[in-house]
């Protein structure tokens, strides 16, 4: 029985990601989406384009679903205009239809080379795969064009509309949460280089990656308050508290990082490269973090003697970052 409660409870990262929120805004932002789009005669023809782009806009902070909300749309003009244009000069066949794409491909990763989005070659596929048709019965392209906006306009500010609802309610810990994911992060990092510290320095590009993750959504919160009134701008303590917590994060990160450089590019004694496994098991086991709280409790610190004058410095302003965030 144990078992099986164990496998339906939400792991720890699915609570820090506010799973539970996400999965209930998009029940109801779906059920939403789906009874506006089957009662109007445009948007039920395409009820899979407004639920499409409900699901690709929900965000936990309103601003980051404004703006995927808008690259959704950039995304499905440019590939709908591209396609339609193709297919009307050249007619609905293999070539034309590959042609499409790999068009829409291209001029997205001109746009943006670090991310194609897949609304863009959804839209290029559409385009070609349910071409609507005149009252004459004659297929049509401009009426194609026409309802795959409709329908997914709909479907991104519903999307909106629920970001900026559930921002305000349903994601007050979010940031805390955050930090705490880096938190846990950083100590399973700290843990594995106690063992060997090229292990942890495999880990730190996913690291890295995932503490700019949250910075983008630190500053899309501060975006936000920006724009509210100030009775909405509860929790601004806590932005200021994650945003301060972070930034000892990351630091530390890049420190741990300078390290592993260092040993690598300058070779330590055996003496000096278990000290240094020490402090990252110390740092390691300082870490307490709790459901909505942490602490970093260390212990009193031996004096690491490193003849690298780098990796001693580095060793020393980990350690009083990690003594700013207790």
């Not at 491909?105 to 349910?130: C, D, E, G, H, N």
């Not at 945003?243 to 390290?259: N, P, R």
Request: hydrophobic share 50%; net charge positive; with cysteine.
């Amino acid at each position: 029985m144990k078992k099986i409660i164990s496998w339906i409870r939400w792991g720890r990262e699915a609570y820090l990601f506010d799973s539970t929120t996400y999965v209930v805004k998009s029940f109801i932002a779906i059920l939403v989406a789906y009874v506006i789009a089957r009662s109007n005669s445009l948007l039920q023809k395409d009820i899979i384009s407004v639920l499409f782009g409900v699901m690709l806009t929900l965000e936990p902070v309103s601003i980051t679903g404004i703006r995927v909300g808008r690259d959704q749309v950039i995304a499905t003009v440019i590939a709908a205009a591209a396609t339609a244009l193709i297919i009307f000069f050249g007619g609905n066949t293999a070539l034309t239809v590959a042609l499409g794409i790999a068009f829409t491909l291209y001029v997205s990763i001109k746009i943006s080379w670090r991310f194609v989005s897949p609304v863009a070659y959804f839209t290029a596929i559409y385009m070609t795969q349910y071409v609507q048709q005149t009252a004459a019965g004659e297929p049509s392209m401009l009426l194609t064009f026409q309802l795959r906006m409709a329908a997914l306009l709909c479907g991104v500010l519903i999307a909106i509309l629920f970001n900026m609802v559930f921002s305000q309610w349903g994601y007050r810990h979010m940031l805390k949460k955050r930090v705490l994911f880096i938190l846990e992060e950083q100590k399973r990092i700290l843990e594995n280089s106690a063992d060997s510290l090229e292990a942890g320095m495999a880990q730190l590009p996913g690291h890295f990656a995932d503490i700019e993750w949250v910075y983008a959504q630190i500053f899309d919160r501060e975006k936000e308050y920006a724009k509210l009134p100030r009775w909405l701008q509860h929790g601004k303590d806590q932005l200021r508290e994650a945003k301060a917590a972070m930034k000892e994060i990351k630091e530390i990160a890049h420190l741990i990082y300078d390290i592993g450089l260092a040993q690598e590019m300058e070779a330590l004694t055996l003496k000096e490269h278990d000290q240094v496994k020490a402090q990252m098991k110390r740092w390691g086991q300082g870490l307490k973090i709790e459901k909505l709280s942490y602490a970093v409790q260390l212990s009193v610190a031996t004096a690491a003697s490193i003849s690298n004058e780098r990796i001693q410095k580095d060793l020393h302003w980990i350690e009083a970052r990690y003594q700013k965030l207790t």
